[in-house]
């Protein structure tokens, strides 16, 4: 499905709780959001280098995603969860990061939707790709990957929206994006940081793609 032909369900203001929103992508969304209107509850660890803090709209909370208090605090009051964290060699943090945020989710009075940033190879979406990433970020970052999407995957009493964008770049957005359940990918074109906060801020408000089997997100 390309973007145009995804149509928001409603426009209304809402309260999003994000986190990873100092990173390139998470960044890119922060940014997109508040400019659609909505209110921000952005967790960092270090809350100097959100640079959304000051911008109206924002609640900016100091805390680390493996903190079950710390998400607890973001995720209350929110009508959605964005999370665009990523763990690296010497930080592995997504498998905890994804429970923290489902347990906070569902002791809400009405659970908000989570939508989590993944990758294509995930899951078994694209053994080739997923075999290279391996070897690329070693093995305990892509098994914390995998425990995460696994978490996500398996949960019952949260709407999730699972997203696995392919190649990411840094190149400026094209206002495009092609979204699918086709969990059988193996090459496809990169996608823009931008256009895929674009995909985020989307569903951000529509739940069509809501669904623990994942979205494989590539260039339009």
Same mark, same amino acid.
């Given at each position: ?56 709209? =924002?609640?900016? /909370?100091?805390?680390?995603? &493996? #903190? @079950? ?8 009051? %929110? ?37 989590? =940033?993944?990758? /294509?190879?995930?899951?078994? &979406? #694209? @053994? ?8 690329? %970020? ?57 256009? %895929? ?24």
């Amino acid at each position: 499905m390309l973007r145009d032909d995804l149509t928001n369900e409603s426009q209304s203001t809402l309260t999003v709780a994000v986190l990873g929103a100092t990173g390139n992508l998470g960044g890119h969304y922060a940014q997109q959001a508040l400019a659609a209107g909505h209110r921000l509850q952005a967790l960092a660890r270090s809350v100097t280098k959100l640079t959304i803090a000051e911008q109206s709209g =924002v609640t900016a /909370i100091q805390g680390d995603a &493996t #903190s @079950p208090d710390d998400v607890a605090r973001v995720v209350a009051g %929110a009508n959605v969860v964005v999370s665009c964290i990523g763990g690296n060699k010497h930080s592995q943090v997504m498998e905890a990061a994804s429970n923290n945020i489902l347990s906070a989710a569902a002791q809400q009075p009405h659970p908000p939707r989570c939508i989590f =940033v993944s990758s /294509i190879g995930l899951g078994g &979406t #694209s @053994p080739l790709i997923g075999w290279i990433l391996e070897r690329i %970020a070693g093995k305990p970052t892509w098994s914390d990957y995998e425990a995460a999407d696994l978490r996500i995957r398996t949960e019952r009493n949260v709407p999730v929206t699972l997203v696995r964008p392919y190649a990411l770049t840094d190149k400026p957005g094209k206002g495009a994006y092609h979204a699918t359940t086709n969990s059988r990918i193996t090459f496809a074109r990169p996608i823009t940081r931008a256009d %895929a906060a674009a995909f985020l801020l989307d569903t951000t408000t529509n739940p069509y793609w809501d669904g623990p089997e994942g979205v494989q997100l590539t260039g339009g």
